[in-house]
């Protein structure tokens, strides 16, 4: 999974093709997770560990911060 092919914003829940998420990327790109799966924009279960974060969607498993 690739953000850059993500069809929908981690950080707002929308579709990357409408609308203007330069600022949702900002913070994405800081310490923020991402809140809303970029495949199916289900709001995604946040945990925030010592390492960073782990984001979960209950169809396409977890993401995280750290490898
Ligand atoms: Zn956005
Ligand atoms: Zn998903």
Do not use: N
């Not at 914003?9 to 809140?35: I, M, Q, Y």
């Not at 946040?46 to 396409?60: D, F, I, M, N």
């Amino acid at each position: 999974m690739t953000a850059t092919m993500s069809a929908f914003c981690g950080w707002c829940g929308k579709s990357t093709d409408e609308g203007v998420h330069e600022l949702c990327a900002r913070r994405l790109a800081l310490v923020d997770p991402p809140r809303y799966c970029a495949e199916c924009a289900r709001r995604m279960v946040v945990q925030v560990t010592p390492a960073g974060w782990v984001a979960r969607c209950s169809r396409h498993g977890e993401i995280s911060s750290a490898r």
